[in-house]
């Protein structure tokens, strides 16, 4: 019985921890320009992240070390350099990113200026990270992110046309108003909010903090393979949403207030307060995932002592890495740069950089000296080396479709 | 008993751990000493560890930057040094027979910038 | 004194190659941050085509405060969440209008464009602000009255908005 429970907590904390302020922009934006066009480009980030995830949480329990500590390893001192200083940069923007999250969700429900409440989330995120228990901390956020349900919920009442639904999304057109450029720009865009590098420091490091062993490894499967496409399912509800209630009306959404407008319109004010409840608990959770990440992976990189599971005097060059950390992302915030603009570099950033992520990752997981017995089956290797290859794609073509879409605006 | 290792694949960039299973660096550099009589390869016969000793293996602009950068901010005199003969085990990760705390790899500065924020646990089990 | 490691599988890049691709870096940093840059315009579609950008931003910020001035009226929104969401599609209007205003017209005819795309996006404009304000004070039954002139609003900016992409 007990194990049932720990099994369900687990799912439900992957399904509620699963969309970040990146998966909230980069779903309503495409929902909102290009319907359910790209519905399919977060099917295959599910999959990929779902692949990747389980290796991922394989690795961590079987060997005890987390992907970047191996990383240096397997790549070497100067390439592992390279791919710390990319890993990082990228986890740091995503962290600022977060943070705008949380005070834009804060401004949203109080119509209070959002740079007000930046220091003051940037110290509760620091608070938590150094006071509140690794288990604790990450399941009271799964658990409140679960809020975002009731987007999917709003979804269902609307009474959609699902046939038509389903074949707008299964026979992908760009709309007359878009360029392809565009359509591939936010495709990437999108693959990037899926498949977030940071959800596998921060998965595999967690599982090191969480003493997982060899016998964990079946509820590692079952949250992964059950948790995160229902996350992704949130996910796609929001862009279902916006597709229902912003495409017809031509709204093209840069505020968080009109991600919210559907779920309003069709629940009221009930459904308005558990949404942006949902917005403050997915980007609060981020925020503390990517503060931790900032942290984890130079302190795995450089080999000192990490984690949330020794006293923060025992790991202290790992505590400041993640003081230091929230502190930049504050201040990128508090620049006033738009932090859905923040959003929107981060993620497509954050594409261009998973074959930095994923490539170690299959290696690693790939190896006996680590996994023993557990290493990727064929199978698991051929669909995760052709994840490889499409991540490669896409990498390569960022930046001319940023440029040649006018980074989406054009 | 001897076992052949290659060294830069088993040795370099290995995962530290003292004798209380704490983490205690990476192994950043390994020194090499030459027997001197011109026949016999040179050993290896410490290991090196510390930010230093890492910027030493670079070979780039900003590896000399960081060994620069670093030795000022840490005012040391170069990488902690651990001879072979306090190595416990060779497996995926370098087992000492030392504790880290005995190993000066320069983290001095930072606990005592952390140790002073309430809940830091300093006060607890001597390092 | 260091031992130099033997050339691993996973080697480092030679010096040459190495600047080389810092090179192509930098260049390609150079072509991004040009893409996000406005600058003159010189031909006349150019313009015609900021003024369809222009138009879709401001119709897109109007028909944010139509949705959400239906959905106060319903009783669907908190009187914070609103008085946000006016504020924020105000500013998107007055932004796109401050920016398309700030291009100068190629030409004669550009200036009719000009002139048609302003006399939307004037009234546009004071629509929102007065929304806004009306929003702040927590006045919900004067919405509908000063939300009046956006679907006219909205239609002409839509038809300017296909009429030159």
């Given at each position: 019985m007990r194990k049932l429970l720990e099994i369900a907590l687990g799912i439900l904390t992957a399904i509620g921890g699963f969309v970040d302020i990146g998966d909230l922009v980069a779903s309503t934006e495409t929902g909102a320009r290009f319907g359910l066009g790209l519905a399919w480009v977060l099917l295959v980030g599910v999959v990929g992240i779902v692949i990747y995830a389980e290796m991922a949480g394989r690795v961590a329990s079987v060997s005890?070390?987390?992907?970047?500590?191996?990383?240096?390893?397997?790549l070497g001192a100067g390439a592992g350099l390279l791919n710390l200083a990319a890993s990082f940069f990228i986890t740091l923007l995503t962290l600022a990113a977060e943070i705008g999250g949380v005070a834009l969700s804060l401004q949203l429900a109080t119509s209070v200026n959002y740079?007000?409440?930046?220091?003051?989330?940037?110290?509760?995120?620091?608070?938590?990270?150094?006071?509140?228990?690794?288990?604790?901390?990450?399941?009271?956020?799964?658990?409140?992110?679960?809020?975002?349900?009731?987007?999917?919920?709003?979804?269902?009442?609307?009474?959609?046309?699902?046939?038509?639904?389903?074949?707008?999304?299964?026979?992908?057109?760009?709309?007359?108003?878009?360029?392809?450029?565009?359509?591939?720009?936010?495709?990437?865009?999108?693959?990037?909010?899926?498949?977030?590098?940071?959800?596998?420091?921060?998965?595999?490091?967690?599982?090191?903090?969480?003493?997982?062993?060899?016998?964990?490894?079946?509820?590692?499967?079952?949250?992964?393979?059950?948790?995160?496409?229902?996350?992704?399912?949130?996910?796609?509800?929001?862009?279902?949403?916006?597709?229902?209630?912003?495409?017809?009306?031509?709204?093209?959404?840069?505020?968080?207030?009109?991600?919210?407008?559907?779920?309003?319109?069709?629940?009221?004010?009930?459904?308005?307060?558990?949404?942006?409840?949902?917005f403050f608990a997915c980007t609060f959770g981020a925020s503390l995932e990517t503060a931790l990440s900032c942290g984890y992976s130079i302190a795995q990189y450089f080999g000192w002592q990490w984690g949330k599971f020794v006293k923060p005097a025992q790991a202290p060059r790992f505590q400041l890495a993640v003081l230091v950390s929230i502190a930049l992302g504050v201040g990128l915030v508090l620049t006033t740069l738009d932090p859905v603009q923040i959003t929107e570099y981060a993620i497509v950033l954050s594409a261009a950089a998973l074959p930095l992520t994923y490539l170690p990752l299959l290696i690693v997981a790939n190896d006996p000296a680590y996994l023993g017995g557990k290493v990727n089956s064929r199978l698991s290797n051929a669909i995760a080396s052709l994840f490889l290859v499409v991540l490669v794609l896409a990498s390569v073509a960022t930046i001319p479709l940023m440029i040649a879409s006018k980074a989406g605006g054009g | 008993m001897a076992r052949r290792l290659d060294a830069a694949l088993e040795l370099l960039d290995r995962q530290l751990v003292d004798k209380d299973g704490r983490l205690a660096g990476k192994v950043d550099d390994l020194e090499l000493t030459d027997p001197g009589d011109g026949l016999e390869q040179p050993r290896v016969t410490a290991i090196l560890t510390g930010p230093d000793a890492l910027a030493g293996r670079l070979h780039t602009r900003f590896g000399r930057w960081l060994q620069g950068v670093v030795l000022r901010l840490l005012a040391r005199q170069g990488p902690a040094r651990v001879p072979l003969e306090q190595v416990q085990a060779i497996g995926s990760s370098i087992e000492l027979r030392v504790a880290a705390g005995r190993l000066d790899t320069g983290q001095g500065w930072a606990r005592r910038l952390i140790g002073r924020l309430p809940g830091a646990g300093e006060g607890d089990a001597a390092q | 004194m260091s031992g130099t490691p033997p050339d691993r599988p996973a080697a480092r890049?030679?010096?040459?190659?190495?600047?080389?691709?810092?090179?192509?870096?930098?260049?390609?940093?150079?072509?991004?941050?040009?893409?996000?840059?406005?600058?003159?315009?010189?031909?006349?579609?150019?313009?015609?085509?900021?003024?369809?950008?222009?138009?879709?931003?401001?119709?897109?910020?109007?028909?944010?405060?139509?949705?959400?001035?239906?959905?106060?009226?319903?009783?669907?929104?908190?009187?914070?969440?609103?008085?946000?969401?006016?504020?924020?599609?105000?500013?998107?209007?007055?932004?796109?209008?401050?920016?398309?205003?700030?291009?100068?017209?190629?030409?004669?005819?550009?200036?009719?464009?000009?002139?048609?795309?302003?006399?939307?996006?004037?009234?546009?404009?004071?629509?929102?602000?007065?929304?806004?304000?009306?929003?702040?004070?927590?006045?919900v039954a004067q919405l509908p009255s000063l939300a009046a002139p956006l679907p006219r609003l909205s239609d002409k900016l839509e038809q300017v908005q296909k009429a030159h992409r």
């Open positions: 005890g070390r987390a992907v970047f500590d191996l990383v240096r390893e397997r740079l007000l409440f930046v220091p003051v989330v940037g110290f509760l995120v620091w608070l938590v990270c150094w006071r509140v228990r690794f288990e604790l901390m990450d399941n009271a956020v799964g658990l409140l992110g679960l809020a975002l349900i009731v987007v999917a919920v709003a979804v269902w009442r609307a009474h959609p046309d699902w046939g038509a639904m389903l074949h707008s999304a299964t026979h992908p057109v760009v709309p007359t108003t878009e360029s392809h450029a565009a359509y591939w720009y936010f495709a990437i865009a999108l693959l990037g909010s899926a498949m977030t590098p940071y959800e596998v420091f921060f998965f595999s490091s967690g599982a090191v903090e969480q003493r997982w062993t060899r016998s964990d490894l079946l509820v590692n499967r079952l949250n992964v393979y059950i948790g995160f496409p229902l996350g992704g399912l949130l996910a796609l509800a929001l862009m279902v949403a916006a597709a229902l209630v912003l495409e017809p009306l031509g709204i093209d959404p840069s505020h968080l207030s009109q991600a919210a407008l559907p779920t309003s319109l069709v629940l009221g004010r009930l459904g308005l307060a558990l949404a942006l409840l949902g | - | 890049l030679s010096d040459r190659c190495r600047r080389g691709l810092a090179a192509v870096a930098l260049a390609l940093a150079v072509l991004v941050a040009a893409a996000g840059c406005t600058g003159p315009v010189r031909s006349d579609g150019v313009y015609a085509s900021k003024a369809a950008a222009t138009a879709a931003a401001a119709a897109s910020a109007v028909q944010t405060a139509r949705l959400a001035v239906q959905e106060a009226v319903d009783g669907r929104l908190f009187g914070r969440t609103l008085a946000q969401t006016l504020a924020e599609a105000a500013s998107d209007a007055g932004d796109a209008q401050t920016t398309f205003d700030a291009i100068q017209p190629p030409d004669g005819r550009a200036d009719v464009l000009r002139d048609q795309l302003d006399g939307l996006l004037t009234p546009a404009v004071s629509a929102l602000e007065d929304l806004r304000i009306a929003a702040r004070r927590g006045d």
